[in-house]
C-alpha cells in the first residue's frame, strides 16, 4: 500500500488547509487511516483517525473542534479539514494506514506512511 498526501502549505494563522491522502497499491486491507503531525524537535503525534468498517473517529484533543476527518472510500482517500491554525500546529503532517494481512498464520496488522506534508501556519 503507498501513500500519497497532498494539500499542506503556509498559511496565516486562524487559517484553514485542507489535507489529502490517497492511498494505492495492494497488499491486505486498509482497516483505519490517519493523520500524524510531527514538528520540529519533537516526537511524532497522533492527531486523527478513521475507521474503514464502521466510520469510528477519533482525535487528539488538540484537533477537536478545529480539525475534521473525513474519507472517501470510492477514491480510496481520506481528508483532513483544520481550521483556526495556530503556530502550535506547524509541522509534517503524515498520513498513516493500519493494514490488516490476513495468512495462514493468522491476522497480522502492518502499518504504511505517507512522506509527508508541511504545513506551516505563520503568526
Known amino acids: 500500500v503507498q501513500l500519497a498526501e497532498s494539500g499542506g502549505g503556509l498559511v496565516q494563522f486562524g487559517g484553514s488547509l485542507r489535507l489529502s491522502c490517497a492511498s494505492s497499491?495492494?497488499?491486505?486491507?486498509?482497516?483505519?487511516m490517519g493523520w500524524y503531525r510531527q514538528a520540529p524537535g519533537k516526537e511524532r503525534e497522533f492527531v486523527a483517525s478513521?475507521?474503514?468498517?464502521?466510520?469510528?473517529?477519533n482525535y487528539a484533543d488538540s484537533a477537536k473542534g478545529r480539525f475534521t476527518i473525513s474519507r472517501d472510500a470510492a477514491k480510496n482517500t481520506v481528508h483532513l479539514q483544520m481550521n483556526s491554525l495556530k503556530a502550535d500546529d506547524t509541522a509534517v503532517y503524515y498520513c498513516?494506514?493500519?493494514?490488516?494481512?490476513?495468512?495462514?498464520?493468522?491476522?497480522?496488522?502492518?502499518?504504511?506512511w505517507g512522506q509527508g506534508t508541511q504545513v506551516t501556519v505563520s503568526s
Open positions: 478513521i475507521r474503514t468498517v464502521n466510520g469510528y473517529i
Open positions: 497499491g495492494r497488499g491486505g486491507d486498509i482497516t483505519a
Open positions: 498513516h494506514a493500519e493494514i490488516t494481512v490476513t495468512t495462514i498464520e493468522g491476522r497480522h496488522l502492518l502499518d504504511a
